[in-house]
């Protein structure tokens, strides 16, 4: 086990080498016909089989790629989108063309390496499908992992729908990593221009990963304070239209005074107008001293008189300012009763919506329960009278039967007519063949 990983190893090497400096050779988009490319898939798919534990199938035995890639799914959510592709392929139909499938859309998305590093981690989990000397539980497995970084620089257009990944036969080209010492040494160059241009790419992909982040707190900074500036200007809307209205009602509240203010002072001018002419009357009716006893008494009279209006009109002044200040304060107290009622109308048509929707979900299950139920009892019907009619036909042509190896352990059967002399081992093949198409 330890050769082969090395030997795999070193495969893996040779083949992710020459796939590199081919591509940068190349110099374009590479397809699913490019010879060194293949062979990678190759190399790989020996590389992942290597150690995989044979799990015993209703078909026989069989060694399933596809469980371990498919784990991935479960460990990265971004690998769900690769997994439900395969999945949706129509022409694959064994798990080891899903498999394939899997690495080839990996490898255009550039998350080999990501997919497989977190696989590699999990030992517990890999566990469950290699065993213990097994690449991917060794270190073998992250040296080549690691190799697995350098394929970010290629740009990968497979077509996986149309090939037949299925039928494939994995045989490894050894004459495509036969070179000479010039090849040797132009690959040495290479090395040196990989080995930059992998520098070069992993500090562009750090800064572009540095500036997601940034572009994302950004994002959900900018989006907080529009939210926080809508919610202000609404609030300023409302606010703004509750100044107009209290500004209406104190426009009107003035009109009103200034009336009642104008009614007393003409009020005041009217007795002052009659005081005058009492003064007149005074002057002129010097000389009748009981007239003008008589005409002080009544005016004093009068003048106490108006003087009670004029306090009770004053004292009416004062009440209808206590009205209006009491008013506000009252339309003060309804605007914030409003305001509160208005919220818990927007939280009950909120809870209302809720309860409908849940209601109506509810109805569906029901609806589809009713309908399975239905098609439960079919089948049940359907069942009993299959069964009815084979027990009947196997009691009108069941005879006497014996077994084929031995005469042992005669036992009777309570359908059949005459006794029946099956052996212990026949008798339990046959009672598991009975219960097997009774279910």
């Known amino acids: 086990m330890a050769m082969e990983r090395a030997n795999l190893l070193n495969m893996a090497k040779l083949s992710i080498k020459g796939l590199i400096e081919s591509a ?97 981690t999990r030992k517990d989990t890999l566990s469950e499908f290699y065993e213990n000397s097994a690449v991917m539980l060794e270190e073998e497995g992250a040296v080549i992992v690691g190799l697995l970084v350098g394929l970010n620089v290629i740009d990968a257009n497979l077509c996986v729908k149309g090939e037949d990944l299925d039928t494939q036969v994995g045989v490894i080209d050894f004459s495509m990593y ?41 994002q959900g900074r900018v989006e907080s304070l529009e939210k926080s500036n809508s919610k202000l200007i609404e609030e300023l809307a409302i606010a703004k239209n509750n100044i107009i209205k209290l500004q209406e009602e104190n426009h009107q509240l003035r009109t009103e005074n200034s009336v009642i203010l104008m009614k007393a002072q003409q009020r005041l001018e009217v007795l002052l107008c009659d005081f005058n002419d009492v003064e007149n009357e005074l002057v002129v009716h010097v000389s009748m001293k009981q007239e003008m006893e008589m005409a002080m008494k009544l005016l004093e009279k009068d003048i106490h008189e108006k003087q009670d209006t004029l306090i009770g009109l004053r004292h009416q002044l004062d009440e209808v300012k206590a009205i209006n200040v009491e008013m506000y304060q009252k339309m003060q107290s309804s605007d914030d009763n409003m305001r509160q009622k208005n919220d818990m109308i927007a939280r009950l048509e909120e809870k209302t919506n809720q309860i409908t929707a849940t209601m109506k979900q509810l109805e569906q299950r029901l609806q589809d329960a009713e309908r399975e139920r239905a098609s439960a009892e079919d089948g049940v019907r359907k069942f009993k009278q299959d069964f009815t009619n084979k027990a009947d036909i196997l009691k009108r042509n069941c005879g006497e039967i014996f077994c084929n190896s031995c005469s042992d352990n005669e036992l009777p059967l309570p359908a059949s007519p005459k006794p029946v002399r099956v052996c212990d081992t026949c008798h339990a093949l046959l009672l598991q063949h009975c219960s097997s198409n009774a279910t």
């Not at 490319?37 to 995989?52: D, I, R, Y």
């Not at 040196?192 to 992998?198: P, R, T, V």
């Not at 500090?203 to 950004?218: A, F, H, I, K, M």
């Open 178 to 218: 036969l070179k000479n010492d010039i090849d040797d040494y132009r690959s040495e160059e290479r090395n040196g221009q990989i080995a930059a241009i992998l520098d070069q790419k992993n500090y562009v992909e750090e800064l572009n990963r540095q500036l997601n982040s940034t572009v994302q707190g950004l």
């Open 24 to 120: 940068l050779s190349f110099g374009r988009t590479l397809d699913s016909d490019y010879p060194p490319l293949q062979q990678f898939f190759v190399v790989m798919e020996h590389c992942l089989k290597h150690g995989l534990k044979v799990k015993k199938s209703f078909l026989g035995y069989n060694k399933s790629l596809w469980g371990p890639l498919e784990m991935v799914e479960k460990l990265c959510p971004e690998a769900g989108e690769i997994a439900a592709s395969v999945r949706d392929l129509p022409g694959l139909k064994t798990p080891l063309g899903r498999a394939r499938a899997w690495l080839r859309l990996a490898l255009m998305q550039k998350k080999l390496a990501d997919y497989l590093r977190l696989l590699i």
